[in-house]
């Protein structure tokens, strides 16, 4: 998993040494007969709407429905919690949380701290994710710093894709591409389903977990950076291995992995409200 090396080591019964989980390819002009077609321009990917945690990276999120006025939310990894891992099958709701995040503009600059008022939703079973809502709207937001929140993608990322990673921890964005889909990926006590695999190219380190993973095509969010294999060894905390539907297991060491996103935004309703029995919301319940 990717905390930072200090966080890991201050928690070392669980953390190990901080994981390794996390540049793009431009695209190409399409030719039909004698017309050449330009491909759609790639979106520019910078730090604005980042954010640094003490331990991990985030983003300031919002989803295809969210409105001006809706409370922001801050996306990072399940493991990320402050109060520490979610055990696998638990679930957190609705939890208070003062934590605070140090907002990045598109320099990598930090020009403000948000804060907190809950967690929204937290887990790593399935998934590795934890949502906070924030005491300030995107309205807010913007008008404060004059940054807009990243939008969360409701479709699944597409195999080949050019990604970045942008660790708001490292001030440090990772460019590849997505390589595939994992049935299962598992680490330890956790299991994940339909992981995103990335290329070589994004060696992420320690403290870029929860870092978000943006479509260079759409400029959004379709994952969550959250962990690699560091030593080659099978399915143990900071090595997590493939499992296949057949069970077969694969150990990839220095490769790396996100966790989707998409299925998340059918989960929040009008206001940024979590509702885990909305139609399509396919997010554990407690």
Request: charged share 15%.
């Amino acid at each position: 998993m990717n905390k930072p090396l200090l966080a890991a080591l201050a928690t070392l019964v669980i953390t190990g040494a901080g994981a390794a989980p996390a540049v793009a390819a431009p695209t190409t002009a399409a030719q039909a007969h004698a017309t050449t077609r330009t491909a759609p321009a790639i979106q520019a990917v910078d730090f604005a709407g980042t954010v640094s945690l003490s331990n991990c990276s985030g983003s300031v999120i919002r989803f295809p429905g969210s409105a001006d006025s809706d409370p922001a939310l801050v996306l990072t990894n399940g493991h990320c919690l402050e109060t520490g891992f979610p055990a696998p099958g638990e679930v957190v709701v609705d939890q208070a949380s003062s934590r605070s995040f140090g907002l990045l503009n598109s320099a990598g600059t930090r020009v403000g701290t948000l804060r907190a008022s809950k967690v929204a939703y937290s887990t790593m079973t399935d998934t590795d994710v934890t949502i906070y809502q924030l005491t300030r709207s995107y309205a807010q937001i913007k008008s404060s710093y004059g940054i807009s929140a990243l939008t969360m993608s409701d479709t699944h990322p597409v195999a080949g894709s050019a990604i970045k990673v942008v660790s708001g921890y490292w001030k440090r964005i990772y460019s590849c591409n997505v390589d595939g889909f994992v049935y299962r990926l598992k680490e330890g006590d956790w299991t994940w389903k339909d992981s995103v695999r990335y290329t070589s190219a994004c060696n992420t380190i320690g403290g870029t977990s929860g870092s978000p993973v943006v479509d260079v095509a759409t400029g959004k969010v379709v994952a969550v950076n959250n962990t690699g294999n560091e030593d080659g060894e099978s399915c143990t905390v900071n090595n997590p291995c493939e499992v296949e539907e057949s069970g077969n297991v694969t150990v990839r060491q220095g490769i790396n992995y996100a966790e989707e996103t998409y299925q998340i935004a059918a989960c929040f309703g009008a206001g940024n409200k979590l509702n885990l029995s909305a139609s399509g919301c396919t997010l554990p319940k407690p």
